[in-house]
Nanobody, 125 residues
């Protein structure tokens, strides 16, 4: 079935930027919602941002609003998370997920049927 592969994580200083990518394959995700979640050590996985593939509606957690931007490239079947003004508290493994999209709650993990392997983001102070 569907596969999602994240990339773009790394080490960055506070105030810096990173762009994460989530490449989708194996299934048509055009009717899905693609979301980013993150999980820090000892913390629960939390919602970061989401986008409806069709229409491009976006959703953001309050903690990242104004700093992060989610987008998609139809030709590349890829969703991006542009992260600016990074803070040490943004340090986490970032996961890309895909949900069916119709009537789903974008901010909860249970809405997403497919997940990538995660990519580590570390923000130093």
């Amino acid at each position: 079935q569907g596969q999602l592969v994240e990339s773009g994580g790394g080490l960055v200083q506070a105030g810096g930027s990173l762009r994460l990518s989530c490449a989708a394959s194996g299934r048509t995700f055009s009717t899905y919602v693609l979301g980013w979640f993150r999980q820090a050590p000892g913390k629960e996985r939390e919602f970061v941002a989401a986008i409806r593939w069709s229409g491009g509606n976006t959703y953001y957690a309050d903690s990242v609003k104004g700093r992060f931007t989610i987008s998609r490239d139809n030709a590349k079947n890829t969703v991006y998370l542009q992260m600016n003004s990074l803070k040490p508290e943004d340090t986490a493994v970032y996961y890309c997920g895909a949900g069916v999209g119709w009537g789903m709650v974008v901010g909860i993990m249970g809405s997403y049927a497919y997940w990538g392997q995660g990519t580590q983001v570390t923000v130093s102070s």
